[in-house]
T-cell receptor, first 113, second 111 residues
Framework: EADIYQTPRYLVIGTGKKITLECSQT?????MYWYQQDPGMELHLIHY???????EKGDLSSESTVSRIRTEHFPLTLESARPSHTSQYLC????????????FGDGTRLSIL | SQQGEEDPQALSIQEGENATMNCSYK?????LQWYRQNSGRGLVHLIL?????REKHSGRLRVTLDTSKKSSSLLITASRAADTASYFC???????????FGKGTLLTVNP
């Protein structure tokens, strides 16, 4: 399995709280991604990065923000959590060359009460 | 726009049987990838087939790609209970090779 880690695995928290989901990889990959996945559904890309200081919004609009200060670290932040943010968030990374697979973490299952 | 659409949505078979899942996509791709997701876990990459390839094998997996029909299939031979998972296809397109996922096929292999 790939060396990409997400914390926490599960988070149940009240409305209005600030949340940061952590994602780290030890493969030295330049490309990193955040996906949102509801149960039994497809993954939607919400953010991606091609390297340090590079961040882009994905195909699905999200109120979350990301930062990429170090190659190995790509945290996602929600400034004020709402019940509509309840979902699973998956982080992935890949080699920058074309035609390369993505390596996924085990995800953070987020529940906002 | 959705790049991958799997068929069937759910498939239940007996151990030892073969499982075939199909995927259709809408726009041109650089490659098509298949992933497996066990319940509560992240995705695991299974196989990647480039747009200029027609068939690829990896162990018990066989993937085909028909770019004229914009479709792909994943065959798992001699299935095992441990193959029980959701299987997703994802099309990689454009100059940035971003992936767009389908809704997935839930495969259940009964012992």
């Amino acid at each position: 399995e790939a060396d990409i880690y997400q914390t926490p695995r599960y988070l149940v928290i009240g409305t209005g709280k600030k949340i940061t989901l952590e994602c780290s990889q030890t493969m030295g990959h330049d490309k990193m991604y955040w996906y949102q996945q509801d149960p039994g559904m497809e993954l939607h890309l919400i953010h991606y990065s091609y390297g340090v200081n590079s961040t882009e919004k994905g195909d699905l609009s999200s109120e979350s923000t990301v930062s990429r200060i170090r190659t190995e670290h790509f945290p996602l932040t929600l400034e004020s959590a709402r019940p509509s943010h309840t979902s699973q968030y998956l982080c992935a990374s890949s080699d920058p060359r074309g035609n390369q697979p993505q390596h996924f973490g085990d995800g953070t299952r987020l529940s906002i009460l | 726009s959705q790049q991958g659409e799997e068929d069937p949505q759910a498939l239940s078979i007996q151990e030892g049987e073969n499982a075939t899942m199909n995927c259709s996509y809408k726009t041109s791709i650089n490659n098509l990838q298949w992933y497996r997701q066990n319940s509560g876990r992240g995705l695991v990459h299974l196989i990647l087939i480039r747009s200029n390839e027609r068939e690829k094998h990896s162990g018990r997996l066989r993937v085909t790609l028909d770019t004229s029909k914009k479709s792909s299939s994943l065959l798992i031979t001699a299935s095992r209970a441990a193959d029980t998972a959701s299987y997703f296809c994802a099309g990689s397109g454009g100059s940035n090779y971003k992936l767009t996922f389908g809704k997935g096929t839930l495969l259940t292999v009964n012992p």
